[in-house]
């Protein structure tokens, strides 16, 4: 059974940081790309960063590139997104999310993945 569990979120100040974590279990970690994505109340969800199963690759959106910082560790099964710089419109519930692949490419749809966490939520009053 595969399982993506994140933790990290909280409640921070603006222009402060945070690192969200996502551990994944039941797959191989090696051949998952992973992404974030969050979504605001009543708003869909959107992208914010992906990364290639190697970890070769990234892609972020307009709205956090500069600010984000996603990366992995593929022997702990996990992947980070460090929020740094951050802004009440980044105050939303952010989910990882994996598909399975034995290519290098990233994904910005929610459709590509297969996988999602149940979420962790970063508030940022303004």
């Known amino acids: 059974q595969v399982q993506l569990v994140e933790s990290g979120g909280g409640l921070v100040q603006a222009g402060g940081s945070l690192r969200l974590s996502c551990v994944v279990s039941?797959?191989?970690?090696?051949?998952?790309?992973m992404g974030w994505f969050r979504q605001a109340p009543g708003k869909e969800r959107e992208f914010v960063a992906a990364?290639?199963?190697?970890?070769?690759?990234?892609v972020y959106s307009d709205s956090v590139k500069g600010r984000f910082t996603i990366s992995r560790d593929n022997a702990e099964n996990t992947v980070y997104l460090q929020m740094n710089s951050l802004k009440p419109e980044d105050t939303a519930v952010y989910y990882c999310?994996?598909?399975?692949?034995?290519?290098?490419?990233?994904?910005?749809?929610?459709?590509?993945?297969?996988?999602w966490g149940q979420g962790t939520q970063v508030t940022v009053p303004s």
């Open positions: 999310a994996g598909r399975v692949t034995l290519g290098t490419n990233t994904n910005r749809e929610v459709a590509d993945y297969q996988d």
């Open positions: 039941g797959r191989a970690f090696r051949f998952y790309a």
């Open positions: 990364i290639s199963r190697t970890g070769g690759s990234t």
